[in-house]
């Protein structure tokens, strides 16, 4: 907007101009960006960098589609995916720019070479995201108890569940009925009509 609008009015200001907050990224983009990262580092950097990238990967893809079981805006769910859309591509796309000889044996910080700090930052995000990880798994294990518990309460027990027919030689539900001209087994003159729970 120019001077002349800002003046005399006409047209939005910047302060109005609504925001647009971009989507969050798919459970395929999540995925994608991860094998990218992966593809990128194979056959380019030593073994050990490839096998980290590759924990983290497959983690994230366990990860990404339940995504939704760690609540909206959780910081868990932000962790996993900034680690597969950002920190995991800047730290193998760092070490990636470095020329080979002076990445695994110039020592640059604290005695360390660029390759053992890159595997040092991949084996903290392998192990935050195993930590997310086992935590969502520990959460449905929880539900799943609880279902069970409930499921216990509800039919378990000497008022439980009874199924119609059950000792009375009734035929019971999936069980077929006699053919035509067979003697039912309720009755003699044809099948025992089946009784609602």
Known sequence: MGWWQRIFGGGRTEEEQPLAIPAPPTTEQIVTS??????????KAPAAVTARVQR?????????PRLDRLGAGSQQAHTVVATATSYLPEAV???????????????????KTSLLILCDQLDLLGATLD?????????????LVAHGRFLEEKFGGSGGLTLPGAGTGQALPGQPLPGPGAPGPGTASGPAPLEAP
């Open 93 to 111: 796309d760092a070490y990636l720019r470095l020329p080979r000889d002076f990445a695994d044996r110039r020592v640059v910080d604290r005695g």
């Open 131 to 143: 930590k997310i990880s086992d935590a969502v798994s520990r959460a449905d294990a929880v539900a």
């Open 56 to 64: 983290v990967a497959e983690t994230v893809h366990e990860m990404a």
């Open 34 to 43: 991860v094998d990218a990262v992966l593809a990128r580092a194979s056959g």
